[in-house]
C-alpha cells in the first residue's frame, strides 16, 4: 500500500487531525487506521471509490458514528465532544434530509433555532444558494437539485468554518451538477474549509485545492491538488491520415530512445522526462521529412481521474 | 434542550397543524362528550363492570362536567400512542435525526427537547378538548337527565384541575412509552406495529386469559389509570406499575440513542 503525503500548500493549523481513526462492523472494516492532516482553508477532495470509507469518516467526524479505535480532532477539539465543534461545523451528509411539510424558510428557521443562533440570516442563505424565490414553497415540492440546495444552504447556517459536503452532487443532473460546483466555489473563503467528497472527480478537479484518496478504509494520498495530478505521466498522442503508416512512424519515434504503445490508431508515447511540447514538435518534423503526414499531435496531461486511476492501479497490484 | 424545544415548535405551530388540531380537537370533544353523556344511566340501572363514575347520579357531583373529558379521552389511548410513536419514529426514517444532530449533539437534550415541547402541544389541546367536552356535556347533560347545578364553582374547577392533571399524566406515560419504542426501533412501521399489537390485541387477550395481567402490563396500567382504578387494579398501583415501565423504557431509549450509530 502506497501512502504519500505532500507538504502544505498552506501553513495554517490543521483543521481536521486524524489518527489512526479505525471503524470496524464486525468483520468488516470500513475505516482502517487513517491517519492524515486537512489544513486550514482549503478546499479539499475526498476522493475514493464506493465502499472506500468516506461518508463513514465523514460520519466519524461529525459525532453521527462512534470510531472503533484511535482518535480525531476537528477545529482543535476531540471528536469524542462534538457539542464543542459542531457549531463551526456545517454539514450535508447522505443526502439531503429536511421536513417535507414545512417550507424552505421554516426549514432553515428550524436549523437555526436548533443551534441556537439567529433567524434572521435565513434570508441571506436563501439567496447565496440561489433559493430566494422558492422560500415559501414546502422543500417536497422541490426538485432533488434544490433540496440539496437547501441542504447546503441549512449547512451554511451559522457561518461555518469547515464544510462537510459527502457527495453533493449525487443525483444530480448535468446542469444541477455545474450549478453545484458553482455554488462550492462561491462557498469558498480564506477562513473557511471544505471537505467535499464525490465519485465525479471531474467536478472535484475544477473547485480542489487538496486532495485525500482513501481506498478499502486506508489513505493512499494526502496532499495538494497539483502534487496528485503531476504523479501521473504525460504522453505524447501522434496519430497518422493512414494507418499503415503508424510502424514507420513507430521506428522514427524509437529512434529517439523513447518508449511508444498503440491505443486504437495512435500511438502513444512517454517522453521520459523530457519537455514533452518540444519533443512533439520534433516528432512531428521527422515524421514530415519521413513522408509521413501526421492527422493528430497533442500531448495529452493527466486529469485527476487518470492520476487517479493509475494510483488505484498502483495500490492494488 | 430549550433549543430542541424551539425547534420543535416550528414544526407544530404552523396554521395548517394549528387548524387541524383545533378541529380535531373540536370534534372529539363534542362527539366524546355526547357519546358519554348519551351514555349515562342511573346507578341503579348500570350493569356489572360499568364504571359507576359515568352514572347520572355520579356525574351530577361538582366533578361531573370535567369527569366526562377524562373518561372520554381515554378512548384516544391508541391515538395519542401513534402520534408520539410516528412524531419520533419518523425522524429516523426520513434521516431528519441525522439532521438535528449535527446541530445539537447533545442527544439526550435533544430527545428531551422534542417530547417536551410535544407535551406542551398535547397539554394545551387537552386544555382545549375539556373546554369544548365541558360545554358539549353542560350543553346535552338536562336531556340526559343529569342536573349540571354543581358544575359551577370552586369544587368544579378543582375536579377540573385534577382531572385535566390525571389525563395529562396518562397521556405523559402514552408519550414516554411510545417515543422510547420509536427510538428503539427507529421505524415508523415497525414501532408502530410492536406498539399497537403490544397495547392492544396483546395486553387485552393475556387479560381475557390471566385476571392478573391489568396489574402487570403498562397499558392495561394506564386504562386502569384513566379509569379512575378498576376492580382488579387501584389507581396506586396503576401509577407505579406504569412509572416503572416509563423509568425503564427511558433509560434504555436514552441509553441506546445517546450510544448507537446515527447512520440512516
Not at chain 1, 78 to 95: C, Q, T, W
Not at chain 2, 90 to 103: K, N, Q, Y
Not at chain 2, 123 to 130: D, K, N, P
Request: hydrophobic share 50%; charged share 15%.
Amino acid at each position: 500500500m502506497t501512502t504519500t503525503t505532500t507538504a502544505a500548500t498552506k501553513s495554517t493549523a490543521p483543521v481536521l487531525q486524524l489518527d489512526q481513526l479505525t471503524k470496524r462492523y464486525r468483520d468488516h472494516v470500513a475505516v482502517d487506521h487513517l491517519t492524515v492532516d486537512v489544513p486550514a482553508g482549503v478546499v479539499a477532495g475526498f476522493i475514493g471509490p464506493n465502499g472506500a470509507g468516506k461518508t463513514t469518516t465523514m460520519a466519524m467526524l461529525l459525532g453521527l458514528v462512534r470510531p472503533t479505535s484511535g482518535h480525531a480532532t476537528v477545529l482543535g477539539e476531540s471528536i469524542a465532544h462534538p457539542e464543542r465543534y459542531l457549531g463551526g461545523v456545517g454539514a450535508l451528509v447522505e443526502g439531503p434530509a429536511l421536513w417535507p411539510g414545512l417550507t424552505g424558510i421554516e426549514n432553515l428557521e428550524l436549523i437555526a433555532r436548533l443551534s441556537g443562533g439567529e433567524t434572521r440570516t435565513v434570508g441571506d442563505v436563501l439567496e447565496q444558494v440561489g433559493l430566494t424565490g422558492r422560500g415559501q414553497d414546502r422543500f417536497g415540492t422541490y426538485s432533488f437539485g434544490m433540496k440539496q440546495r437547501l441542504a447546503i444552504g441549512a449547512a451554511l447556517l451559522g457561518e461555518p468554518r469547515l464544510l462537510v459536503l459527502d457527495e453533493p452532487t449525487n443525483g444530480l443532473d448535468p446542469v444541477g451538477i455545474t450549478e453545484m460546483r458553482d455554488l462550492i466555489r462561491a462557498l469558498t473563503r480564506a477562513d473557511r474549509t471544505i471537505l467535499v467528497s464525490s465519485h465525479i472527480l471531474s467536478e472535484l478537479e475544477q473547485v480542489s485545492d487538496w486532495l485525500l484518496v482513501i481506498d478499502h478504509g486506508h489513505l493512499v494520498y494526502s496532499g495538494d491538488a497539483a502534487g496528485f495530478a503531476a504523479r501521473a505521466s504525460v504522453e505524447i498522442v501522434l496519430g497518422c491520415r493512414r494507418v499503415a503508416s503508424l510502424l514507420p512512424l513507430a521506428d522514427i519515434v524509437a529512434a529517439h530512445g523513447l518508449e511508444v504503445g498503440r491505443e486504437d490508431d495512435v500511438l502513444i508515447v512517454t517522453p521520459d522526462g523530457r519537455d514533452p511540447d518540444e519533443l512533439a514538435e520534433q516528432l512531428n518534423r521527422h515524421a514530415a521529412s519521413a513522408g509521413i503526414v501526421l492527422s493528430e499531435v497533442h500531448v495529452r496531461r493527466p486529469t485527476l481521474e487518470s492520476s487517479y486511476l493509475e494510483l488505484l492501479e498502483g495500490v492494488s497490484r | 434542550m430549550m433549543r430542541a424545544y424551539h425547534a420543535e415548535l416550528t414544526k407544530l405551530l404552523r396554521r395548517k397543524v394549528l387548524l387541524i388540531t383545533a378541529i380535531a380537537a373540536v370534534v372529539f370533544g363534542v362527539g366524546a362528550s355526547a357519546i358519554v353523556v348519551n351514555a349515562a344511566e342511573p346507578a341503579s340501572t348500570l350493569s356489572r363492570g360499568a364504571s359507576r363514575a359515568l352514572s347520572i347520579e355520579a356525574l351530577a357531583d361538582a366533578g361531573g362536567g370535567t369527569q366526562i373529558f377524562r373518561s372520554a379521552i381515554a378512548f384516544a389511548g391508541f391515538f395519542v400512542l401513534v402520534v408520539f410513536v410516528g412524531w419520533t419514529a419518523v425522524e429516523f426514517s426520513r434521516g431528519t435525526m441525522r439532521t438535528m444532530l449535527l446541530r445539537q449533539p447533545r442527544r439526550i437534550q435533544l430527545l428531551a427537547g422534542k417530547v417536551v415541547a410535544l407535551l406542551t402541544y398535547a397539554a394545551v389541546t387537552l386544555a382545549g378538548i375539556e373546554v369544548v367536552a365541558w360545554l358539549t356535556a353542560r350543553l346535552l347533560a338536562p336531556g340526559a337527565g343529569i342536573d349540571t347545578s354543581a358544575w359551577t364553582g370552586l369544587d368544579a374547577l378543582g375536579s377540573a384541575v385534577t382531572d385535566y392533571g390525571a389525563v395529562l399524566l396518562w397521556v405523559t406515560g402514552y408519550a414516554l412509552l411510545g417515543t422510547a419504542l420509536a427510538v428503539v426501533l427507529r421505524s415508523v412501521t415497525v414501532a408502530l406495529a410492536v406498539g399497537i399489537a403490544w397495547f392492544g390485541p396483546f395486553e387485552h387477550i393475556v387479560q381475557n386469559s390471566w385476571s392478573g395481567a391489568g396489574r402487570v402490563f403498562p397499558g392495561l396500567g394506564l386504562e386502569a389509570f384513566a379509569a379512575g382504578g378498576t376492580s382488579d387494579v387501584s389507581v396506586a398501583h396503576a401509577v407505579i406499575v406504569t412509572s416503572i415501565y416509563v423509568v425503564v423504557a427511558a433509560v434504555v431509549a436514552c441509553t441506546l440513542f445517546a450510544r448507537r450509530d446515527v447512520t440512516a
